[in-house]
């Protein structure tokens, strides 16, 4: 059972405040990394990273765009160049910190943050084209 779900299934937030804490997630990663690996996204984001790194992006600044309804979309660029050939699996984005992270699956077409292209080839550019963080309203 998940007790947090469970205890708190009747809460429910207003947009404003849905907002402010995708706002606050987003600039978590202001200036940090994603890393994008082959292989099979680890069972939780505190888990060793699993597959072979094949590139690093340095996030910018400002990497997500002002929340709406509780969602942040990726802004500015998101490029690397590619360290390893392999299929693309999942990323990890770690805060400037590196205290903080969480992990998301990545692909071409239907993972959770998209790639240009998820057959990676070293030295080949590695571009993120969408990827959006979304704050449940309950």
């Known amino acids: 059972v998940n007790y947090y779900k469970e205890m708190y299934k009747s809460l429910r937030r207003n947009t404003e405040l849905i ?31 699993a597959g072979t790194l094949l590139a690093t992006i340095i996030l910018p ?4 765009g ?17 360290v390893a050939n392999a299929t693309a699996g999942w990323a990890r984005f770690t805060s400037n910190d590196a205290a903080k992270s969480f992990d998301c699956t990545v692909a071409e077409v239907g993972g959770d943050l998209t790639i240009d ?3 990676i080839v070293i030295g080949g550019n590695v571009v993120v084209t969408a990827f959006t963080y979304t704050v449940p309203l309950s």
């Open 19 to 49: 907002n402010r804490n995708a706002n606050a997630v987003g600039a978590l990663f202001a200036n940090g990394t994603l890393k994008i690996y082959s292989s099979i996204q680890p069972a939780t984001g505190n888990d060793a990273a």
């Open 117 to 119: 292209d998820d057959a």
């Open 61 to 64: 600044a400002s990497p997500f």
């Open 66 to 82: 002002a929340a709406a309804g509780g969602v942040i979309s990726k802004s500015g660029t998101w490029a690397a160049v590619a």
